[in-house]
Structures are given as C-alpha cells and as structure tokens.
C-alpha cells in the first residue's frame, strides 16, 4: 500500500504512516476538523520510488490546489520524542512537479544532520526508522498557533498556553515574528490581542477534550480560517514535560522535594531499587522523629512535605533543616512555598503521627549521648565505628545453604536494620554539628570561605581513601600504562572479567572497593566489580598527569597543611576577638576535622548489604529466566519484591511489564533535568521564582570549596567513559562518590544541585579544588572546552567565550 487517505488512517499504524499521520487520522476518527488529505506511506519510501500516478490520482481528489507537504517519520510525534523541526514542511505547494519534489525534500530530510543527530541523542536506532508523507489542503488561516494542553514552561497541568499570531502558524512555531501569548485557566479571558474571548474558549475546551482522549498532555497546532472554522493540523504528546505526581485524592495543593540529589543522583531509579529505597528513606527520618512520605515521580525520590510544610511547629524550622544536605536551591523553593498561602498553617497541626511518640524521645535521647561521646573522643567513637563497619561487612554475607529461589527471595526480604547504627551514625551528626555550628558562632570574624579552608584535605574518609588507592594502582601500571591509555575502558574492563588483562592490581582493589558504583544506592545499578569500565576510564585520567606535583596524593597533602595553618590562623583571631566564642569554634572545628571526614563511611558501610541483596536477587533472576519468565536475568531489577514473590511462589509471568517499564526508563535516563520541588499540579516551583542574574558572561551559584581557578570546561553526563585532562574544570548536574576518582585530575568543580556538606564538594575542599554548586542549567550553558574561571569564594563561573546552545524549531 503506497497511498491512504488520511480518514482511514488509525493509530495503530505508525509503521506504515508515521507517528504525524497516525496522529492526524485519530484526530479525524474523534470527530474533529482537519484538512483532508492523504499519505504517501513508509512502504514507497522503502522501496526508494514515489508511485507518481497514484500521488498524482490522491492530490486531483483533493482539488489540485495548494497543499501542505509534511515529514512523518515513524519515529515522529513519539511519546518521548517530538522531532520537531527535525524533518521537512513545505507549504502552498501547488501543481504535480511541486508536489513530487517536495515529496523528494521530506524523503531527503529523514537524513539530514539535524534528523540524525536529534535520533542519536534519543537513542534511535537510524535503520529502523522510515519515512512517510501527509499531505493535505492548505487552510487560508486569518490567525494560527499552538496550544499547549499543559503549561510547558512550569508544568501546571490545570493551566493550558496558546501562542497565535496572524496568518500562518510558521510565524509562530519557526520564532519568525511577535506572538501573542495567553496563559489559560477555568477563568474567562477578555478579547486581546489577535484571538477573541470566544476562540480562547474554543481553543481551551478543544484541548480538554484532546487531552481527554489521548490521556496525555497534548502539544497541537491550530489554525482560524476567515469563516472562524478551527483546523487542527497536529496533535502530539508533550515531551518536554516532567511526569506529574500521582494524584493525592486531596483537596489542597501538595509540595515535594527531590530527595535523590542528596545522594548524588538524578537518574531515575529502577523499580526494585524505588521499593527499597522508598521503604528504607522512610524509615530513616521516623527513627528521627519525621513522617515523610517518599513517592516515585519520574523514577526520582522525592518526598511529600505538605504536612511539615502545614505545621506551626515544623515549617518553623524546615529551611535551616534543608540547608545541610539539600542545599540553597531547596530552601528558596521551599521559602517560596511557605509564604504561598494555600500552605498556610491549618488549625490543630498537620503533621502525620502528631506529637512526638516513645520511639522518638528513646532517640533523642540517644542521639545526645552518641553525639556528646564522640564530641568528647573523638579517637574512640571512630574506632566503634570501623569496627562496626567490618561487623556489617561480615554480617552482610548469606548463609551458604541457600539453594532455591525460594530460599533466597525469604532472605532478602528478611534482612532486617542493623543493630550497629548508633555506632556509625552519631559520630557522623556529630562530624556534620562540628561543622555547621561555627559559621554562626564566628559571624562577623570569619566569612564561609575561610571555614571551608579549615575543611580541606579531611582525615577519615573512606572515598578519599578510595580515590587514592586508584591512584596508587595508576601509579603502579609500568609497563602496562600505554594498554591503559590506548585501549577503551569498556574493553579492558571485558578482558578483565574474562581474565586475559595483565596484572595491576585490580583484583585487590575491587576486593576493597568493588561494591561501589554510580548511583550505588539503586539496587538495579551494576557495582564496580560487576562492570569496572568507570574504574578503567579513571585510571587512563590519572595516568595523563604527568606533573607530580599535581598528583592527588600531593594535592591531598597541600589541603590538609593549609586547612591546619588557616584553623591556627582562625581560632587564634576568634579568640582575641571574641573569646568564649572563639574557644568554643576552636573546639568545635577540631572536632570537625577529627570527625566530619566520617561522613562516607555510613554510606560505605550501608553497600556492604546492598551488594548481598543484589546479588541473591540476580540469582533469583537466574532462576526465572531459566522458567521462562524473564528474557534475562537483570530484568528483575524492573520488579518489585512483592512481583518476584508473585513469579517464585505462583510462576506469573511478568516480561511484558519489564518491557514497558525498561523502555520508561530508557527515556528517563535522557533527562537532563529534574525539578527540584513539584507542587501536585506538576508546576515545578524553581519555574516560578523570580530570576537572579549577575551579568553577562556569569553564571551565579553557591560557592562551596574556596579558590579560583581559570581552565577548559568538560561538562560530563556519564562519569563510566569521561576523559578528564588535568586542569580540566568538571561540569555535571550532580556527583556522588562513584564520580570522585574524577576529581583527582579536574581543577575545579561545577554543579547543578547540592549543598555544602555533600559528597561532591566535601571531596572537593579535601583536594583543595574550587567548586559552585547549584548553578541552575550549568551543563547546558557551559560546553566543553569553553574557557571558565570558577571562584568558589564568589560562588560564581564566568564564561570566556560566547556559548550557542542549538535550539529546536517545529515542522
């Protein structure tokens, strides 16, 4: 089949009209007005010949007059991908030679660079994807645009947008001239601009009842003919906009705040590593006495504020709170919502669980013997803790009699908290107190940079540890380093699975660190000792250092002799200047280099069960793939536990919700985005907030580890293959420890969320390297080998040279 009219076109035939076509023919199907026409299928296009006579016999049908030639790709007007502007329009063609050279153009655009580019970037395979051609009458408009079923810009789904402008739509979707934009809710709008009172509602309950029908929200281009007919020429999903949180089946608006970052991640989490995570974070913050609802948005953590936020006691304190992990971008969001007055304290209190019960008074109270022991010796609350780290690495290992999947499934559904956490947890609040309090005991003495100096090169961290020990093995290559330098990471990390890598020493540090990885919290994520590509690739970085002086071991050295000089230097001027204050930052700044570097050790000691766990549930999905009821084994990471159970114990088969859900997850991971804090209507409450600029050429952030530094930018969105030069300026939206070995060969540090005691800038100042932090839309606006100064005093990153992010036009 060559040729279809448009009316007989259904959405289940993408594969042979292309995702506009489908679009337009299910438009066609619910009734409402669009341009007759008809298609040219992927089948001719396949075939590499346009079916001239039967073009020919479709376009005298519809009159022979002017028509709009349009691009459908079948990778078009996707749920994940848009395409716009990717692929070619030519409208007002008139006559058969027109129409078959343009026909020609759409044909030759599937494979223009952009075209090609946009489906590399979106993970599109170029072999799969075919080609097919609308087109339709052409609509003498007197006024078109695009209506946006949801608000694209904050993501408010109860508010729709209209762009319109006089004449043809181009105007408005190719940015060409002025347009009149209007902003639409439940209320009525006034007369103004181009569109009347009237056609505002008629646009309004149009996309309603789009939206309605597709179950999405909907992206659709309009146009007004002289006889005030509405035509619709295209409807498709939304792809910009971030997933909205599911309904809460409440009344008044709700507030939540991204907890991943806190971890250093903005990749969706898989569906096993959400229901454990959810579960575990929660119970966390009720062993502290807060009640926190942590809901899956996007495959992202983020946690349902809305009681605290509600209640006269807790909104009191819920900034400052936010400020040690989540950091200054959190806290506007959050200031922002606390004076929005639909989240105004509600009479007797909101919060979940009311006052304080037993459970909460036994921890607080032993939060504050744990704390005062650890003030008070320092050197002992570390050796309870890394004794009772080994205790959790030993404890961590199943018991050698599992045997069924069975069997295993009840162990890890069995694992319970361990009794060793007031042993590792309280020297670290303890470390993070230490740190924290001086900056107001010393206001006015001492600004936060020269604090963060005194943080430099901290003792006791496990990451660092780590980080130089990959250095050590780097050192160590001999004769191996070209083989390192030359060959891919992922290759040498299959020649090291399969044994045929030379040894350097690899096996020793996988058996110590081998557990880690990037976003290691997630149990669907692979650990080093799984894949150590990102440990190769960190390696061939070290070995490009070829200074000593600027190995990180050096490096290391020199921020430790600094952060010891300036605590010298401070507490000696707190003391004359104020002196009980003075004693007491000293004290406490003592004990912050004595215990704030323990930090990462809870973390470290927490992946010692998480790798058991993983592993059983790997064997576990062994088990089903051999019953036939995965395709592989690391598919049960896209389950849930109560789903294995459902496979194991009953045999359902569950294959087709992995599917759907690794192909979700798929277009995730290419998000390079994520809203801070949501409110329940899918606005995203950073959208809203009023701009901070600080000129041209700079970028404002939060200054995190002091220093200036001037260097090449290397934005970097997966740290397993980045090739880090020495003085290289790192840029990512956020870091976790699996990033940390990049350190050791960048110059600086810039990011786009985080907060001063996180793992990315903690590392940081202990290398004694500059780092911004929450510098919105960094990895976008910086690009790599763009000339940066980043100033962690200032909190700035000024940009050398002009910066042309391309951006994307509309078909």
């Known amino acids: 089949m060559h040729v279809i009219a448009l009316s007989e076109v259904t959405a289940t035939m ?467 380093r070209q083989l390192l330098l030359d060959t891919p990471p992922a290759e040498l990390a299959a020649r090291y699975l399969r044994g045929t890598l030379p040894e350097i020493g690899m096996a020793a540090f996988l058996d110590v660190y081998g557990h880690r990885g990037v976003a290691e919290v997630d149990l669907g994520v692979p650990r080093w000792a799984e894949d150590p590509t990102p440990v190769f690739a960190a390696v061939a970085n070290y070995l490009r250092v070829t200074d000593p002086q600027q190995g990180p071991d050096q490096r290391f050295q020199r921020a430790a002799s600094a952060a010891e000089t300036a605590l010298r230097d401070l507490v000696a001027r707190a003391r004359r200047r104020r002196p009980v204050r003075g004693r007491m930052a000293g004290f406490l700044l003592r004990r912050a280099r004595s215990l704030a570097g323990l930090r990462e050790a809870g973390k470290f000691a927490g992946l010692y069960p998480l790798r058991e766990t993983r592993r059983q549930l790997l064997l576990i999905g062994a088990d089903l793939h051999g019953s036939g009821l995965l395709d592989q084994p690391d598919d049960i990471m896209f389950l849930t536990l109560d789903e294995v159970h459902t496979a194991v114990h009953q045999g359902v088969d569950l294959r087709g919700a992995v599917t759907a859900r690794r192909a979700v997850h798929r277009r995730e991971l290419r998000r390079r985005t994520v809203p801070v804090a949501l409110l329940s209507d899918g606005t995203d409450v950073e959208t809203v907030l009023p701009g901070v600029s600080a000129g041209d050429g700079t970028l404002t952030g939060v200054g995190a580890s002091a220093g200036r530094v001037t260097g090449p930018a290397r934005v970097v969105h997966d740290p397993g293959t980045a090739h880090v030069e020495p003085g290289d300026v790192l840029v990512a939206a956020t870091t976790d420890p699996g990033w940390t070995p990049l350190f050791l060969t960048a110059a600086a540090l810039v990011t786009e969320t985080g907060a001063i005691m996180a793992h990315g800038p903690t590392v940081a100042r202990e290398y004694g390297i500059p780092a911004v932090i929450c510098v919105p839309d960094a990895t976008r606006t910086i690009t790599t080998g763009q000339l940066v100064t980043v100033d962690g005093g200032a909190g700035t990153v000024t940009l050398h040279q002009p910066s042309a992010p391309e951006g994307e036009g509309r078909p």
């Open 14 to 480: 993408t594969a042979l009209v292309g995702g506009k076509a489908a679009g337009l023919g299910e438009l066609i199907r619910h009734g409402e007005h669009v341009p007759d026409g008809f298609c040219l299928t992927t089948e001719a296009h396949r075939l590499g010949v346009i079916p001239t006579a039967e073009v020919v016999a479709a376009y005298e049908r519809l009159g022979a007059g002017p028509v709009a030639v349009r691009s459908s790709a079948t990778a078009e007007d996707l749920p994940d991908a848009s395409f716009a502007g990717q692929q070619d329009t030519v409208l007002d063609v008139t006559g058969t030679v027109e129409l078959i050279a343009a026909i020609e153009k759409c044909w030759d655009s599937l494979h223009a660079y952009r075209a090609t580019a946009y489906r590399e970037a979106h993970g599109i395979d170029h072999q799969t994807v075919r080609m097919a051609v609308v087109v339709q009458r052409m609509v003498a408009p007197a006024v078109a645009g695009v209506l946006f079923t949801a608000n694209p810009l904050t993501g408010r789904r109860d508010e729709m947008a209209v762009d319109a402008a006089p004449g043809l739509g181009t105007t408005v979707v190719d940015g060409a001239a002025a347009v009149d934009h209007y902003v639409l809710d439940d209320a009525a709008r006034p007369a103004a601009g181009c569109l009347t009172s009237a056609q505002l509602a008629r646009l309004r309950a149009t996309g309603e009842r789009l939206q309605a029908h597709f179950g999405c929200p909907q992206d659709v281009e309009w146009a007004i003919d002289a006889d005030d007919v509405l035509w619709l020429l295209q409807s498709r999903p939304i792809t910009s906009l971030f997933p909205a949180p599911p309904r809460s089946g409440k009344p008044l608006p709700r507030v939540y705040l991204e907890f991943g970052h806190v971890q250093g991640m903005l990749q969706p989490v898989t569906p096993m590593g959400m229901s454990t995570l959810r579960a575990q974070i929660a119970a966390m913050l009720a062993a502290l006495g807060v009640r926190v609802e942590i809901v899956d948005i996007g495959g992202r953590l983020y946690g349902d504020l809305t009681d605290l936020a509600r209640d006269r006691s807790s909104r009191k304190r819920l900034v400052k709170l936010l400020a040690v992990d989540f950091g200054p971008r959190a806290q506007a969001v959050m200031r922002h919502v606390l004076a929005d007055p639909r989240f105004a304290p509600t009479s007797g209190g909101a919060r979940r669980g009311g006052a304080p019960g037993a459970a909460s008074l036994r921890t607080a109270g032993r939060a504050v013997v744990g704390i005062l022991r650890a003030l008070a010796r320092p050197e002992a609350a570390r050796n309870r803790m890394f004794q009772a780290i080994e205790q959790m690495r030993v404890r961590a290992a199943a018991p050698a009699d599992l045997r069924t999947a069975a069997d295993r499934l009840r162990f890890v559904q069995a694992r319970d908290a361990d009794d060793s956490a007031d042993a590792i947890m309280w020297p670290i609040v303890a470390g993070m107190l230490a740190t924290a309090l001086p900056t107001a005991l010393l206001k006015g003495v001492a600004g936060p940079d020269e604090i963060h100096a005194v943080l430099g090169g901290m003792p006791h961290n496990v990451t660092i540890e780590m980080d130089l020990a990959l250095w050590r093995l780097a050192q160590g290559a001999g004769d191996h």
